[in-house]
DNA sequence: ACCTGTCAAGTCTGG
DNA sequence: CCAGACTTGACAGGT
């Protein structure tokens, strides 16, 4: 069994490094012409996609293969304000270079777009709205010329106070999505509403791979135990040319329990891997920490301590 | 160089 | 019905 490591977005040891700077409305508004706003725009999406580069050096130095781009990669890519910006034409080609580069290293790629991308929603323009984003993430992946392994990792949305409703508002439009997007979408449980049951029953039905994020399984879960269900929602990757993935982090504290702590306590690792054994299937964790890769370095040196435990590279180890 | 209130986007809860 | 919580990195204005 092979377990692979990543983390999100971003790198707490390389310095003045964010692939996510933006602009406020505010200041945008500030510059006279609309040339000189979206040079200023172009300028930092070109940054931002630069330090995706060197965060991208950094993973292939550590044997991180995992990886989760940011969102904001394009600042206010999807506003109103930028709708007569190509901010296409003026990143494809960086987008390309980092495309080949993830290629090469067999990099598995994934994006998650944020807390407002809901297809559920009873209201048709936050829908529509969402719709829109997934379309913004899915030109990313496109311009990187990734193909569909690389996904989009979404929650099923809010409850509204009717959680069969919603789940048959989600279904409705999902099935309106295109082939494209539909191709790239994961559904991960969340920590509130849509449990791993829930969820895996979802992807069961319409065919869509299911990451497992065990905190928030913690969170929410109807007292299931998650061993009933691992062999289940693993096989909803079966298709898929990449390993299953799922997502753990550690609560703050008692008090905000479902915030993410700074780094991953082994602990929690260890006994998924122990329920995930007798599966002996290969997995990816992304990490979800504050402390972002630190945390997973952290953890390595943690699990370098475990004698069942042997390293393939510095990102990923063999259980036995 | 550092600090703090604010920022495009939604939903839910509590008053 | 509305204000505040949730969550979070980065901006931007101020010291």
Same mark, same amino acid.
């Given at each position: 069994?092979?377990i692979?490591?990543?983390?999100?977005?971003?790198?707490?040891?390389?310095?003045?490094?964010?692939?996510?700077? @933006?602009?406020?409305?505010? !200041?945008?508004?500030?510059?006279?012409?609309e040339?000189?706003?979206?040079?200023r725009? @172009?300028?930092?999406?070109?940054?931002?996609?630069?330090? @995706?580069?060197?965060?991208?050096f950094?993973?292939?130095?550590?044997?991180?293969?995992?990886?989760?781009? =940011?969102?904001?990669?394009?600042?206010?890519?999807?506003?109103?304000?930028?709708?007569?910006?190509?901010?296409?034409?003026?990143?494809?080609?960086?987008?390309?270079?980092?495309?080949?580069?993830?290629?090469?290293?067999?990099?598995?790629?994934?994006?998650?777009?944020?807390?407002? =991308?809901?297809? !559920?929603?009873?209201?048709?323009?936050?829908?529509? *709205?969402?719709?829109?984003?997934?379309?913004?993430?899915?030109?990313?992946?496109?311009?990187?010329?990734?193909?569909?392994?690389?996904?989009?990792?979404?929650?099923?949305?809010?409850?509204?106070?009717?959680?069969?409703?919603?789940?048959?508002?989600?279904?409705?439009?999902?099935?309106?999505l295109?082939?494209?997007?539909?191709?790239?979408?994961?559904?991960?449980?969340?920590?509130?509403?849509?449990?791993?049951?829930?969820?895996?029953?979802?992807?069961?039905?319409?065919?869509?791979?299911?990451?497992?994020?065990?905190?928030?399984?913690?969170?929410?879960?109807?007292?299931?135990?998650?061993?009933?269900?691992?062999?289940?929602?693993?096989? @909803?990757?079966?298709?898929? =040319?990449?390993?299953?993935?799922?997502?753990?982090?550690?609560?703050k504290?008692?008090?905000?329990?479902?915030?993410?702590?700074?780094?991953v306590?082994?602990?929690?690792?260890?006994?998924?891997?122990?329920? *995930?054994k007798?599966? !002996?299937?290969?997995?990816?964790?992304?990490?979800? *920490?504050?402390?972002?890769?630190?945390a997973?370095?952290?953890?390595? =040196?943690?699990?370098?301590?475990?004698?069942?435990?042997?390293?393939?590279?510095?990102?990923?180890?063999?259980?036995?």
């Open positions: 069994m092979r692979s490591f990543g983390y999100v977005a971003m790198s707490v040891v390389l310095k003045d490094c964010s692939p996510s700077r @933006t602009i406020t409305l505010q !200041n945008l508004s500030k510059i006279a012409s040339k000189d706003r979206f040079a725009l @172009t300028s930092i999406a070109r940054e931002n996609l630069d330090n @995706t580069q060197r965060l991208f950094h993973n292939r130095a550590n044997d991180i293969k995992i990886f989760r781009i =940011t969102s904001k990669l394009i600042p206010l890519a999807t506003h109103p304000v930028t709708e007569n910006w190509d901010w296409f034409a003026e990143v494809k080609d960086k987008l390309k270079s980092l495309g080949d580069y993830a290629r090469e290293n067999d990099f598995r790629i994934s994006a998650h777009p944020d807390h407002f =991308t809901l297809l !559920n929603s009873p209201r048709e323009e936050v829908t529509e *709205a969402s719709v829109r984003d997934l379309e913004y993430h899915l030109r990313i992946l496109d311009g990187m010329r990734l193909d569909s392994s690389a996904k989009l990792v979404i929650h099923v949305g809010g409850g509204y106070k009717n959680k069969e409703a919603s789940l048959a508002r989600f279904i409705q439009n999902y099935k309106l295109s082939r494209d997007i539909k191709q790239r979408i994961v559904l991960e449980n969340d920590d509130k509403i849509y449990t791993a049951r829930d969820v895996l029953e979802l992807c069961q039905e319409l065919k869509i791979p299911m990451v497992l994020d065990i905190h928030h399984h913690w969170c929410n879960n109807y007292n299931d135990d998650i061993s009933d269900y691992l062999a289940d929602i693993f096989s @909803t990757w079966d298709g898929e =040319t990449r390993p299953p993935k799922i997502h753990i982090s550690s609560p504290d008692e008090k905000h329990f479902r915030s993410h702590a700074d780094n306590e082994s602990s929690f690792l260890l006994d998924f891997m122990a329920k *995930a007798q599966l !002996n299937r290969d997995f990816d964790v992304m990490i979800e *920490a504050k402390n972002k890769d630190q997973l370095f952290n953890l390595m =040196t943690e699990l370098r301590q475990i004698p069942y435990i042997r390293f393939i590279d510095g990102g990923c180890i063999e259980v036995w």
